[in-house]
């Protein structure tokens, strides 16, 4: 597996300096283009090489997470062409690990994470993307995001609505935080703001990336 550990990344600081005269006028404009392109080009892969590419993802959390005794770990539903980690997600009991899913409880506050395994029931959310209709709630020790996009700075371009970032942001214990998305996905930077959490770790079909906070 290639792994790279980034500290302090050339292009984030020289982004960092010049970011008051290279961020775009409308922001918010700029990341909906970016994220519609990119959801469409990954749409575009087919289901084949989707699941393809989520099985080499699984492979390399597996050999970058190695021991996960007594872990909680969240992942999420798939949508909208995301990797489909659901199957790494449901074996990590035989690791010794316990698997969660995020519930939106209200629009605009913080996800939750409930337990969860293969054959608990699911109910439909707020966004319609099913999570456990019941289950203890917990702080997941690892937290696996979905990229639509990210940068060489290790920040994520997500769907728009923050909830990952707000919650995470309120964590009281800082849980571990993945990013999975496809390689095709990279941009130069996503314009990071004060309220964008970067990822601690990347991980796409063919590299790992290790970020030093």
Known sequence: MRRSRLSSPPCFLDELESQAEDQPDDLPRWRRTQRDRLIADRLGLGVAIRSLYARQMA???????????????????????????????????????????????????????????????????????????????????????????????????????????????????RPRIIGVGYAQSRLETIHPQPHDVPMDVIVTESEALEYER
């Open 59 to 173: 492979e390399r959390l597996n050999r970058f997470l190695p021991d996960l005794t007594n872990c909680t770990v969240s992942g999420y539903w798939p949508c909208k062409g995301e990797p489909d980690l659901r199957p790494w997600l449901s074996s990590l009991g035989i690791r010794g690990a316990r698997g969660a899913l995020p519930v939106i409880v209200e629009k605009n506050t913080a996800l939750r994470f409930r337990l969860w395994r293969a054959s608990d029931p699911l109910e439909k959310g707020i966004w319609n993307i099913p999570h456990p209709a019941s289950g203890a709630e917990v702080d997941p020790d690892i937290v696996i995001v979905p990229l639509v996009g990210f940068d060489c700075a290790g920040y994520r371009l997500g769907y728009g609505g923050g909830y990952f970032d707000r919650t995470l942001a309120v964590a009281p214990n």
